[in-house]
């Protein structure tokens, strides 16, 4: 069979957003795919008719990313099909249409004069809204025309954060939390200027919501929320900087919420689920990864993770390296579905779960489950044919018991045309976080790079997810116990395979995977390529320079640049340049303010200072995200610069 091409992943379907119609007699779910040509995505509404489960396009704008039902025939989802719809330079816009399940014209329902980034129906002609707002911008009835013309040239900085990956300058910007009433056109916002909302949840009665208001310092903790629709009254249940709030989910009598007080595992320590009545329970203090799935480069959008239905609460979680499917009604944790790949969108009623998952070696399906059965069919065959005649490699599974005692899994692709008598290059590849996980998923560029004749392997050292916050914590550690079990793993890979040639092994990884590719090169020779991606190297910097620098570094390195700057200094990747032997390549996208360029830089100097033969490939337009829903040109250059360099120092 041929190896994947570079560019396949452009043809494949993303599928995400499933959700039933209120009858339950229909379902629908968002489907993107790569447009080349324009170097982005398209994305339509498609519908699936129940029981018949039969499949079709309902939208045809080709921008349509988000939708919600208004009733059990409609559809209401943003859109922009007239030039009147486009925003103007000085005004905010979002526009909302209609569209029918039984066919016919998208109508245009009404608009907000705002970036609306959330909507959701509370009862007839009554919806709830997030809005993007910025208290910096000038008011337009009463500026001169020049300064609202120049308004985007400046950033005026006063807060920190003062931007964000994915958002830009952010000081200033807030998400205002409101309510649209159809029948009198007319706006209610419920949080002050200086506000931002975070999470929400709601009934036809009240809305929940997390958020805090801020003037210089935004707090990590938001505070928890209840407003009274009838009334008009705000509650406050639980005061900022208190508890670390993650999801919300409203049921008759109360509402459930994820939230940890940090004190055990701090910025990275796993929630508990928790539930309001009137005063606060604790229902779960042992409660797996909520939300999380295993780490890959082909899904692009996601869907509700944690809801109720019928007072019973649904949500996936990571457990291990698998994400599964659970139900709680104050009782134990009950596995709703028993399925060979991860759940990843779903939605569930009375009788059945409709969820979007990859099996092993395969792209993104959605499948029905019965509940009472529990049998499991097919709904979509939309990349059915994007991989026939491709060599897709067998994901092996090879845990092994590292030097303290530890199971690590890890697992390994072998090359496309793979002979025993020969020996091959092989690639490490380490995930991001490093509170994220790798599983068995279909990974778009490990595939491609078996194709290319390369071993691939991969691990979750300890610091990864799913196996608990003991497991995960990593907090003044990074570079110790991480190291070592990604080092043991190479040791183990290297004892099982015996074809992998031990003088021709590369490395590479992205954000944490990226840092840790820093710190390897500076602390063994035992690679002869590496790519480091998204990386930061220096935490004295990534500090200011990071959106998350003065509150993530913090709690995981134990310092701040003023307390204690030598420890800072001896845990930074930069700090062992030096010692640095191997030709590295570093991928890095201009605004990405996780890891800021400037950190990537920074092991670059260190490394041409020494005479290491290193490159940069700098990406405009692109942020932290590049790898995964980056824009399909660029992902494809991604992709080929690291193959490049592999094959350079590596065949």
Request: aromatic share 12%; net charge negative.
């Amino acid at each position: 069979m041929d190896g994947l091409k570079l560019d396949d992943f452009t043809k494949y379907h993303f599928l995400s957003g499933v959700r039933f119609a209120p009858d339950g007699t229909s379902a629908a779910f968002i489907d993107k795919i790569s447009n080349v040509r324009e170097n982005g995505y398209d994305s339509c509404i498609r519908l699936i008719r129940l029981p018949e489960m039969t499949v079709t396009r309902l939208t045809t704008g080709g921008k349509e990313d988000r939708f919600l039902y208004d009733d059990s025939d409609t559809i209401l989802f943003p859109a922009s099909r007239t030039p009147e719809d486009q925003p103007q330079p000085h005004h905010q816009k979002t526009v909302f249409y209609r569209i029918g399940l039984h066919g016919g014209e998208a109508l245009r329902a009404f608009s907000l004069p705002w970036d609306v980034t959330r909507l959701e129906r509370l009862r007839e002609h009554l919806y709830l809204f997030i809005a993007r707002t910025d208290v910096n911008r000038p008011d337009p009835t009463n500026a001169a025309e020049y300064v609202l013309d120049d308004y985007a040239d400046y950033h005026v900085l006063t807060e920190l954060p003062y931007w964000a990956n994915g958002a830009g300058f952010v000081s200033g910007i807030r998400h205002t939390l409101g309510i649209y009433d159809e029948t009198t056109d007319h706006c209610t916002l419920l949080t002050e200027p200086l506000f931002d909302t975070d999470e929400i949840a709601f009934t036809g009665e009240r809305i929940v919501y997390t958020g805090r208001s801020y003037d210089e310092l935004r707090s990590e903790r938001a505070g928890l929320y209840q407003y009274d629709i009838n009334s008009g009254k705000t509650q406050i249940i639980v005061e900022p900087d208190i508890l670390e709030i993650r999801s919300l989910a409203c049921d008759a009598k109360g509402f459930w919420f994820l939230a940890s007080d940090r004190k055990r595992f701090g910025s990275s320590q796993t929630c508990d689920l928790w539930y309001y009545d009137g005063e606060i329970h604790l229902r779960n203090d042992a409660m797996p990864a909520v939300g999380v799935m295993p780490t890959t480069d082909s899904v692009l959008g996601d869907g509700a993770p944690f809801f109720t239905r019928d007072n019973r609460l649904y949500f996936r979680a990571l457990v291990d390296f698998q994400t599964l499917l659970y139900s709680t009604d104050h009782d134990a944790l009950r596995q709703e579905l028993s399925f060979d790949g991860p759940v990843l969108s779903f939605d569930v009623n009375s009788r059945q779960v409709l969820f979007v998952s990859m099996l092993p070696g395969r792209l993104q399906e959605l499948y029905l489950a019965d509940r009472t059965t529990g049998r499991v069919q097919p709904v979509t065959h939309l990349n059915k044919a994007v991989l026939n005649g491709k060599y897709v490699g067998e994901c092996r599974y090879i845990p092994f018991t590292n030097s303290d005692g530890v199971r690590i899994d890890g697992w390994i692709i072998p090359p496309g045309d793979f002979d025993p008598t020969r020996t091959w290059p092989g690639i490490l590849n380490i995930h991001g976080g490093p509170r994220a996980a790798f599983g068995p998923c279909f990974f778009h560029e490990m595939q491609y790079w078996a194709g290319q004749g390369y071993f691939v392997f991969f691990c979750n050292p300890r610091g990864s997810e799913g196996r608990g916050d003991a497991f995960g914590d990593l907090r003044g550690k990074w570079g110790t116990v991480d190291y070592r079990d990604l080092m043991e793993f190479v040791d183990h890979v290297l004892e099982i395979t015996p074809s992998l040639d031990r003088n021709r092994l590369g490395v590479t990884g992205g954000s944490y995977g990226g840092w840790m590719t820093n710190w390897i090169i500076g602390h063994t020779g035992r690679f002869a390529a590496a790519a480091s991606q998204r990386s930061f190297s220096n935490w004295l910097s990534d500090f200011g320079c990071s959106e998350i620098g003065f509150t993530y570094d913090v709690s995981e390195v134990g310092a701040t640049p003023w307390e204690d700057p030598q420890t800072l200094w001896e845990r930074s990747p930069v700090r062992y340049a030096n010692q640095v032997t191997t030709p590295t390549l570093f991928i890095h996208s201009l605004q990405d303010y996780n890891c800021p360029f400037s950190e990537g830089m920074q092991m670059f100097a260190g490394l041409k200072y020494h005479h290491v033969p290193s490159r940069v490939c700098a990406i405009e337009g692109e942020n932290h995200s590049l790898s995964r829903s980056g824009k399909p040109r660029h992902r494809i250059r991604r992709l080929a610069e690291i193959t490049d360099w592999m094959n350079q120092w590596l065949k």
